[in-house]
């Protein structure tokens, strides 16, 4: 069996050589998907294509390879519904949270608001779409990422490529019909975004910072959208628990190579031994976001935006609970490895936000 290594990337001549080294020139059948793939298909016996891109095939047929085609998943609309990460958009409903703190219900508003909840979604998208692309070969090594669409084949690299710069495009077209500050703030958030692929999300602890901040930026671009001011408390409060919930998620990724003795992770600067302190990291977090929010509500702001602000205080025990339960099923490996998405379909998750929502409302 050949596989990349830490030291080793077998793809393109270097896997050639090792494959006619170990077969002999000729020996051997290949199916691939890629360019990347041309110079070992040009050493195989029959060169089976995992694609139905044209201008691969005639490249293969003029080298002299003798060529067959591999059935692959159809680019369905499902399988791009899970390129794009439709099912994450969710986090983006952080849009609305402005609007509701601040009570502004106009029509206006949220038109704003959910026009504003598109931008961020397809410039979101962009960003998967792009990860996946720069992630690609960690991903194929990766336990459950490599199902990934473009890990696995079931859409092409350049497909990818090609629908970045589409999505952003349309992104930047839905902030310009809001305001040029909406529009700022997401250009903010799609900088970030890059710089995180790229390089931040590779160094300790800056990373788990940046992926709470861009969860706060989607704050700050609901208030921009409507436009309001953003209060201080609601992000303070936003910045502590999504450290905590990305914590979560670092812990999620860890303790799942340390169940399947895993080495190290190479694509990112943590260590197994580190499991035990990002699950302390990821609770303090979480219970200092609950300080905050029990300090907002006993501060003058509240009295003003509330009839009944001491039933806010009902808010701390449900927060409290929820939180400690995410660690407590991390630390059991029950937690999938995005928190926010567990508990989207989390019974217990879905109970406790309803039970934080009615008492805001009966607040009110």
């Known amino acids: 069996m050949f596989s990349s290594d830490d030291t080793v990337n077998l793809v393109g001549n270097e896997k050639a050589r090792i494959l006619v080294d170990a077969f002999g020139e000729r020996g051997f059948d290949y199916i691939g998907n890629g360019h990347a793939d041309l110079e070992i298909w040009k050493q195989a016996r029959t060169a089976y294509i995992a694609n139905n891109s044209s201008s691969l095939r005639r490249k293969l047929e003029l080298s002299g390879a003798q060529v067959k085609s591999v059935d692959t998943p159809s680019r369905s609309l499902r399988i791009w519904i899970k390129a794009l990460r439709v099912h994450q958009y969710a986090k983006n409903a952080l849009i609305f949270v402005p609007m509701l703190t601040a009570h502004a219900y106009t029509v206006h508003d949220i038109l704003s608001a959910s026009l504003a909840f598109v931008a961020f979604s397809l410039c979101a998208s962009s960003a998967y779409l792009l990860n996946d692309v720069i992630d690609l070969n960690a991903d194929r090594q990766h336990p459950s990422k490599k199902n990934r669409p473009f890990a696995c084949g079931a859409i092409p690299v350049l497909d990818g490529i090609i629908a970045i710069p589409v999505l ?21 958030y799609f900088v970030l975004t890059l710089a995180y692929s790229f390089t931040l999300k590779r160094r300790l602890i800056v990373d788990i910072v940046v992926l709470a901040t861009l969860y706060t930026t989607r704050v700050i671009a609901g208030a921009a959208a409507l436009p309001v001011v953003p209060s201080e408390w609601l992000l303070a409060f936003s910045m502590f628990i999504f450290t905590s919930l ?18 190290d992770p190479t694509n990112r600067n943590y260590r197994l031994i580190d499991l035990p302190i990002v699950g302390a990291l990821a609770a303090a977090s979480g219970f200092n976001a609950v300080t905050i929010f029990a300090l907002y509500v006993s501060s003058p702001a509240v009295g003003g935006l509330y009839r009944h602000p ?21 630390h059991r490996r029950v937690l999938d490895d995005d928190p926010i998405v567990f508990a989207l379909s989390d019974r217990n998750s879905r109970i406790c936000a309803g039970f934080m929502i009615a008492i805001v409302m009966l607040a009110s």
């Open 168 to 188: 952003v495009l349309l992104a930047f077209g839905c902030a310009a019909l809001i305001s040029p500050l909406f529009a700022a703030v997401l250009l903010a």
């Open 246 to 263: 990305a914590l979560v998620k670092r812990y999620v990724e860890l303790a799942m190579r340390v169940d399947r003795e895993l080495p």
């Open 310 to 330: 001491e039933l806010l205080w009902l808010v701390c025990p449900v927060l409290m609970y929820w939180l400690s339960r995410m660690v407590i099923l991390a």
